[in-house]
Structure formats: C-alpha cells, structure tokens
C-alpha cells in the first residue's frame, strides 16, 4: 500500500505522515521501508529544507507493529532483526538528516513510535497526545535509539522510570520534563507544527545541520573532541551566503533572508 507513508513537499517542508491509522499507525515492514525511502528522499531533495513527521488519525504511532511481529514469532520465519534492518537505520536517517525535524505528536507514540519523535529534532504535541515506553509491557528492552535519545532528552532518572514503569506520559507531564517543546489544543497542531517546520525550513539550513551534528554526537565525546568538531562545522557555516548575508544585513540593521547554502 503505497499510502502507508504519504510524503508530501511545500513551501520548503516535507511532510511526512504515517498513515495506517485503523491500527494506529503500527509500524509493519512495509511501513519502516516507506519511511525510510521518505527520509531518504528528503535527505536528498535541494528544495526540502526542513522535515515534519506525523501521524493520520488519533495516534502518532503505536510502534512495532504487533500483529505482523506476533505472526513472525509463531512461524519460522523469526523476527526477522528489524531492529538492525529497520529501526536503527531510521534513527541515524532521523538523526543525521542535515535538516531539522519536527515531530507533530498527535496522538499516542508508543514504543518505537515515541523512539521515532524522540529521534526527532524538536517536538509538538496536542494536547491528546501521551507517550508510552511500551517496550517492557510486551518483554522487550528499549531500542530504536530510546535507550540513547530519552535520558538525553529528560535525564537517567525519568528515562528510567518511564522505560521500567512503561506507564503513559501525557502532554502536559512531557511538557514539564522537556520531552515538548509546546503543547497545542488537538485542532490547532497541524497549523503549529507547519508554522514551527516552515519557519525553520527558511532558515540558516547549513548551520542548523552543525547544530544538530554537534549536539547530538559532541555531547558523546570529551570536551577536546566537541570542541574539535564545533570548529570543523564552524568553518563550514563561515563560508556560507547565509553567514555572509546575515552579517552584513545585521550591520545595515535589515532582518536577513536565508537560502539554506
Ligand atoms: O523485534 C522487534 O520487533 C522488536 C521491536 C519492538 C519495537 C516496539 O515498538 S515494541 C512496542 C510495541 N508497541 C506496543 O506495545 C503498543 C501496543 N499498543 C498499545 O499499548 C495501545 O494500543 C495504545 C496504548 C498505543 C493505545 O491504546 P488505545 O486504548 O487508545 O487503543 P487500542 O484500542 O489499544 O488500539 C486501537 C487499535 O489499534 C486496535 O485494533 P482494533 O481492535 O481496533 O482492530 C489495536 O489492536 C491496534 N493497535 C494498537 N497498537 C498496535 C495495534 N495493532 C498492531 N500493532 C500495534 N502496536
């Protein structure tokens, strides 16, 4: 079903939306490939300058999709390592895409769902939407980066009482512990994901991707090594247009226009 994942471009943000919604957007095979083929595409694509994952209907995502995982557990065919053939690529598709992404949380994410708004750059949720590390609920330890992304994102302490207690997070609660960024009534999130992923995608996109290369891989590193890769990224920005423009629009006191090069 190619409209599993729809991959839609405008006004400089690919939108990318999980779109499975009678199962709540559980993550089959054919899903991860989608959206690993979305993420690729626009990786690729000069025009897409900022990305906006979300989910159809009431729910971000529910993760691995468990009738397809139960079918595989009882026949031969075993799991089938999507942890290594789907999830892990995704995240490091998430994570090292040189362009922001936000995650407009709609709904549940569960599981590898919520590892997927976590590899995401910055989240927005309604008010409806909740997240549930679901992995011990069904006997498995964390992955799709979780393990990595959430005490990152809301330290040891709360990552660990959430992966353990595998209890849902509601919007508010993910508000207060940094997990968001903003949580919006249900019907005003489309408008605010678009106008959070629009703004960004007329940005500084050369800089925004040695943002998110530093903070993401310099916080793994000693002090010497981030520092090293914020100089080689530093001298990247320094010899772009957008550095260039905004400077001089800085000193005649203009508001900069940035073309992302
Ligand atoms: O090797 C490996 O594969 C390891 C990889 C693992 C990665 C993971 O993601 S593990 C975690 C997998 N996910 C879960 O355990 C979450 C399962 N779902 C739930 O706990 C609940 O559905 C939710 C809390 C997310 C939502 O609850 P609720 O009450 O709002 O909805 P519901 O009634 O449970 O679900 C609605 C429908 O979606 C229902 O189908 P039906 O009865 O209307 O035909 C339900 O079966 C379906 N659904 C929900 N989650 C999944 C799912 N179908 C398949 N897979 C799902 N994960």
Known sequence: DKESVRYEVSHGVATVTLNRPASLNALTTEVKERLLEALE?????????????TGAGRAFCAGQDL??????LSSDEGLGDTVRKHYNPLVLAMTRMPKPIVAAVNGVAAGAGAGLAFAADLRIASTEASFLMAFANVGLGADTGTSWTLPRLVGQARAMEMLLLAEPVPAQRALEIGLVTRVVEPEALADAARELAERLASGPTVAYS??????????????????DIEARLQDQCAETLDHLNATLAFLEKQRPTFQGR
């Open 41 to 53: 595409q626009a990786r690729t694509d000069p025009a897409v300058r900022a990305v906006l994952l």
């Open 67 to 72: 009738d397809e995982h139960g079918r595989r």
């Open 210 to 227: 040695a943002i998110k290369a530093e903070v993401a891989f310099g916080a793994a590193l000693d002090l010497p090594g981030a520092l």
